[in-house]
């Protein structure tokens, strides 16, 4: 069994975790100091960047589409895994919220 650690569980860092539990054979483990999306990612959000580039081919640009069609299912999942209504948007921006007045406070 492979093991990795992930320092950091914002945005960013919960979406690498959810996506490498998918892959057998790893055992994940998630570091962080604070409460998970307390951290930077939470003041800056997640931005899927790819959406911003101009580039139609390449390597980067490649690795760009497939997360822009993985963002596109994403949700779906997500919401069919825990029974949870999730609001986002099309332009690539996510907040992992834990608790409704935390989302509340973003949707106001």
Known sequence: MTKIVIIGCGV???AIAYELS???GLKIVLL???VPASGSTKAALGVLMGAISHKT???AWKLRQASMERY??????LESLTGIHIPFNRQGIVILCFSKEALDKYQN
């Open 72 to 77: 596109e299912t994403l949700i779906d999942e």
């Open 12 to 14: 960013v860092g919960a």
């Open 32 to 34: 962080d100091e604070k």
């Open 57 to 59: 081919k390449g390597r």
């Open 22 to 24: 998918r892959v057998p």
